[in-house]
């Protein structure tokens, strides 16, 4: 079968699951209306008590408070607190959370291209993205950025100045940055700003005939990178797989779509996911269609604590089905689906929308998934160099895939096929 993406009757702009784990950001898909109807409570108007009791709040904190506060200011942060008291999900994106949101799930956004964390007085870089600005003028990962635009970087602004990195195609940021140890040189980069592509995937072949993908977060792109990056795959095997290892370790979830389609990729059959709501565009079930891209070779997943939503979509579909093995720890356990609707003043609400349940109609919110073997961390293999001098392959530096890889070698009833 061809391994382009042809699976007919997908329907598009529903909504997704992000991810809850601190430290990433949450993806979303983007639906500009609905004509979607919910239950009558939703149209009762509100009643004259809790009008009064609003307007009466304001107004005493408008005359009253100590100190003067800005009406408009005072409104919005009463929007905030409305849809912040619903869940730990559902919130009120500002334009600019909301144009970082969009970049998330477009998989492309304008700037240097580096991924960051905050260090002490300054920005860690973690990665720098492949022929970004940054990567072309030298920076490395475990760089400290100390100053931006002359301007340094402190505890109290490490948001601001994360944001500073991004910006208009084109426009020029200038970094100071220490490399080495906390003494080391400084150096400063001049570097101008352009559109990165971020990959969600990425692949190679831990032995012959045997696969690694892993899949970072769930983006639009995401369906037609696996298919590429499984077409690579077969290619450097002769043309047919033997196994492959799908990494979700750290994935927090992203484009629901994206999770069903890649699943739908590996399945001949069954249910995906499912959803419940109000909406009526919340009430969904994904079913699979015909067409394996492996061809029933086994799989195995790699989880963790930080698998969450739209992976834990993906591991559940896989699994239930029969379809894959699962190793590595419980995943994180988010089992609600958020819709980003844009408003009319540039902002957007993000609201928990939905429940969804795996294809055995479980709901994993707040339990997660119990991986087929539990691995623990204190199994890694030596990470020295070969008999060769060559650097240790990723099966050998990394403990989890040298045990999921040894899996996959294993009698093929292990991991039942379709």
């Known amino acids: 079968m061809s391994l382009a993406r042809n699976k007919p009757g ?16 949450s993806a979303s898909i983007l639906r500009t209306n609905t004509n979607a109807t919910a239950d009558r409570s939703a149209t009762m108007p509100l009643s004259t008590q809790d009008a009064r009791l609003f307007a009466e709040v304001l107004q005493r904190v408008r005359e009253g408070y100590v100190d003067p506060v800005d009406e408009h200011a005072l409104m919005r942060q009463a929007a905030q607190g409305l849809v912040a008291s619903l869940d730990s999900h559902s919130t009120l994106l500002d334009a600019a959370d909301y144009a970082q949101l969009q970049a998330a799930t477009n998989g492309s956004y304008a700037g240097i291209g580096v991924e960051v964390e905050g260090a002490a007085r300054a920005l ?17 990962a475990g760089d400290l950025i100390v100053r931006i635009d002359g301007r340094e970087v402190s505890a109290a602004n490490i948001d601001a100045a994360a944001a500073q990195l991004r910006g208009p195609a084109g426009g020029a940021v200038h970094l100071t940055v ?29 032995a ?31 043309g047919r797989l033997r196994g492959l290892l799908i990494d979700l370790r750290d994935n927090p979830g992203g484009v629901l779509e994206a999770a069903g389609a890649v699943a739908d990729d590996f399945l001949e059959r069954g249910t995906i996911v499912s959803a419940d709501g109000r909406l009526a565009d919340a009430r969904f079930r994904m079913v699979a269609t015909p067409g394996d891209l492996i061809d029933g070779a086994p799989i195995a997943m790699l989880v963790n604590g930080n698998s969450a939503s739209a992976a834990e979509i993906l591991a559940a579909a896989l699994r239930q089905n029969d379809r894959a093995l699962l190793l590595g720890a419980r ?5 609600t ?62 403990g989890p895939v040298a045990i999921a890889l040894a899996e996959l070698r294993r009698d093929s009833t292990r991991l039942t096929r379709n």
């Open 331 to 335: 995943t994180y356990g988010k089992g």
């Open 208 to 238: 012959p005939g045997y696969g690694y993908l892993r899949i970072r977060e769930f983006t639009y792109s995401t369906a037609a990178e696996v298919s590429a990056a499984i077409r690579q795959l077969r290619a450097q095997a002769g």
């Open 337 to 398: 689906v958020q819709t980003v609707m844009p408003l009319s003043d540039g902002r957007a609400l993000k609201l928990t929308t939905a429940r969804y349940y795996t294809p055995a109609g479980d709901s994993i919110n707040g339990i997660g998934i119990e991986p087929d073997r539990v691995l623990g961390g204190a199994q890694q293999p030596p990470a020295g160099v070969d008999a060769a001098g060559r650097p240790p392959t990723l099966a050998r530096r990394d």
């Open 124 to 140: 860690r870089v973690v990665r720098c993205i492949a022929a970004s600005p940054a990567a072309r003028a030298g920076l490395k």
């Open 10 to 25: 997908w329907r598009l702009g529903l909504v997704l699951g992000t991810g809850a784990v601190l430290g990433f950001v």
């Open 178 to 206: 220490r490399r080495g140890a906390a003494t080391g040189t400084l150096l400063n980069f001049q570097l101008i700003r352009s559109q990165v592509e971020l990959a969600s995937t990425e692949s190679e072949s831990l």
